[in-house]
């Protein structure tokens, strides 16, 4: 039986704690992805290091989060780019 996941509040409160840790990250775009929200989840999957440095310049995590709410397929559009340059730098030949 899997533990009962946290909710956003919790994933929230854990991130404005400790921003620079990808895992409350990396567990909010699971969360995100988990309600349908595709396209925050890969934005914040691929994007979270420049949302913790909002955080840490001062910015609220929900404020934040609200941003990337505004324009989702925008930014998920740019994470999935992102991600398949990267796959391909990587698998590309030396």
């Known amino acids: 039986m899997r533990p009962p996941a946290p909710d956003l509040p919790a994933l929230l409160d854990a991130i404005r704690r400790k921003p620079d840790r990808g895992f409350h990250w990396l567990a909010l775009a699971a969360w995100l992805c988990g309600r349908g929200r595709y396209d ?20 609220s995590a929900h404020l934040t989060l609200r941003r990337l709410a505004r324009q989702p397929a925008l930014w998920g559009q740019r994470a ?3 991600e398949h340059q990267r796959r391909a730098h990587l698998l590309a030949p030396a």
């Open 40 to 59: 925050e989840a890969a934005a914040v999957r691929v994007f979270w290091p420049q949302f913790r440095d909002y955080i840490l310049a001062g910015h």
């Open 80 to 82: 999935r780019q992102f």
